[in-house]
Nanobody
Framework: QVQLVESGGGLVQPGESLRLSCVAS????????MAWYRQAPGKEREMVAR???????NYLDSVKGQFTISGDIAKNTVHLQMNSLKPEDTAVYYC???????????????WGQGTQVIVSS
C-alpha cells in the first residue's frame, strides 16, 4: 500500500505565498518522478510542476517564475513553493508520484487526496 499525504494548503490573499509539501510512504521500491497537479472548479486537472529522479524539472507555462518545485525523491518528499499567488491559482492541488512497488513491475501513478488552495481578498 502506498500513500501520498499533502500539507500546506490554505486561504491567502493575492500576492502572498504558500508552500505545499508531499510525503510518500508505504511499500515503495523506487520513485521515478513526483509532481503537483491542480484542478480548479469546472476545469480539468492540469500538471503544475514535475521533478524526476534525475533532477529534470517541468512547469506549466503559466506558473514559470512563480512556482518552484523541489524535493528529495530518494526521501520520498516533494515541495511546491508558490509565490505571488493570484485568484486564478485557486484550486485543489494534488501530489502525484510514479512509484514502483516491486522490482518486477513498472512504475504506476499514485495520487494524494489533495489540498485546497484559495487565493482571495
Amino acid at each position: 500500500q502506498v500513500q501520498l499525504v499533502e500539507s500546506g494548503g490554505g486561504l491567502v490573499q493575492p500576492g502572498e505565498s504558500l508552500r505545499l509539501s508531499c510525503v510518500a510512504s508505504g511499500r515503495i521500491v523506487r520513485i521515478d518522478a513526483m509532481a503537483w497537479y491542480r484542478q480548479a472548479p469546472g476545469k480539468e486537472r492540469e500538471m503544475v510542476a514535475r521533478i524526476t529522479r534525475g533532477g529534470s524539472l517541468n512547469y506549466l507555462d503559466s506558473v514559470k517564475g512563480q512556482f518552484t518545485i523541489s524535493g528529495d525523491i530518494a526521501k520520498n518528499t516533494v515541495h511546491l513553493q508558490m509565490n505571488s499567488l493570484k485568484p486564478e491559482d485557486t484550486a485543489v492541488y494534488y501530489c502525484n508520484a510514479e512509484i514502483s512497488v516491486s522490482v518486477f513491475e513498472l512504475a504506476q501513478n499514485y495520487w494524494g487526496q489533495g489540498t485546497q488552495v484559495i487565493v482571495s481578498s
